[in-house]
């Protein structure tokens, strides 16, 4: 219970410090919402200005604005959102099923794609195909999301019209966005999964058991892998936190729904509510993922719980 307190105090201050940072980022921009607003809308009176500074608390000291809003959070309320007008819970809450969806199904593929290529590195015998296994990591890694996602789409639905290149209807449209996140956040499971089953693979455990007369596959699958589930894990756990970030990318690419697309839209408007709801919601979600890493590495390996 110490550690899990310890952990959630943890988790609560990076929560804190993401919001803090993006509204101090939101409120230094050389802009303000209610300007962009007005622009264009053929009202642009300082009643009217003053109006909109009043309804959203924009026209109080920064300090008062900050404790306000940071008050309100605080009881799960982040106010109205200047761009959709309607509550940001409202707005966050209704893109998240979408990007859960896009983030469950990227954390698959990674697992999948990394102990996949880690596994064949291993157990390739030809020296050349092996190589090229082990430098592959490096090369997904090398590759920006939006690239990938582009190469996938010219790929997969205009040349070959085997997937749709936008939208979030069906499951058939959610498999490019889920490779484009996907791909590089095997890169380094695969990285570290390589390099642990490797040493295992040359480490006296290993030659141990081969003169016993285990086969070097049992080896590999039963052995090794195990010894590379824990640094595996953990790197899949700071991997979440790229792929949310990477969804205002790949929600972007492929035109669809999601945090991703609201947040590229509140930083647009410079609005603040909005951008500090999914900030912090995102915050969460990486914490609690982070947590629960921690949680499962006692399932993982029992010699943990007596350190």
């Known amino acids: 219970m110490r550690y899990a307190s310890r952990r959630l105090l943890h988790g609560a201050i990076v929560v804190w410090a993401a919001y803090t940072v993006t509204w101090l980022l939101l409120y230094l921009l050389p802009s303000d919402p209610v300007s962009l607003m007005l622009v264009g809308s053929g009202n642009s009176s300082e009643e009217t200005r003053a109006a909109l500074e009043a309804k959203y608390g924009l026209d109080r000291p920064p300090l008062l604005q900050y404790l306000t809003l940071l008050g309100r959070a605080l009881l799960g309320d982040f106010g109205d959102s200047i761009e959709y007008g309607r509550p940001v819970l409202d707005v966050v809450l209704g893109a998240v099923p979408y990007t859960i969806q896009l983030g469950v199904a990227a954390v698959a593929v990674s697992i999948v794609v990394g102990i996949g290529l880690a596994l064949l590195a291993n157990a390739t015998r030809t020296a050349w195909l092996r190589n090229i296994l082990f430098s592959l990591p490096s090369a997904f890694l090398s590759f920006p999301i939006f690239l990938t996602g582009l190469l996938l789409v010219q790929i997969f639905a205009f040349s070959l ?17 889920a490779l484009t996140s996907g ?38 699958i039963a052995h090794a892998l195990r010894n590379a589930v824990i640094p595996a894990v953990t790197i899949l756990g700071m991997q979440v936190g790229g792929i949310l970030a990477g969804a205002v990318i790949t929600e972007t690419v492929f035109s669809r729904q999601g945090l991703g697309r609201v947040l590229q839209n509140g930083v647009l408007s410079q609005d603040i509510p909005l951008v500090q709801g999914v900030v912090v919601l995102s915050a969460v979600l990486f914490v609690l993922t982070s947590f629960l890493v921690d949680l499962v590495y006692p399932l993982l390996d029992p010699r943990i719980r007596s350190v």
Do not use: F
């Open 183 to 220: 791909v590089p956040a095997s890169a380094a499971i695969a990285q570290v999964a390589t390099k642990s089953i490797h040493e295992y693979l040359d480490s006296p455990q290993s030659s141990y058991l081969r003169a016993r007369g285990v086969t070097r596959r049992r080896i590999l």
């Open 161 to 177: 019209h085997l997937l749709p290149a936008v939208g979030t209807s069906g499951w058939q449209s959610l498999v490019l966005p």
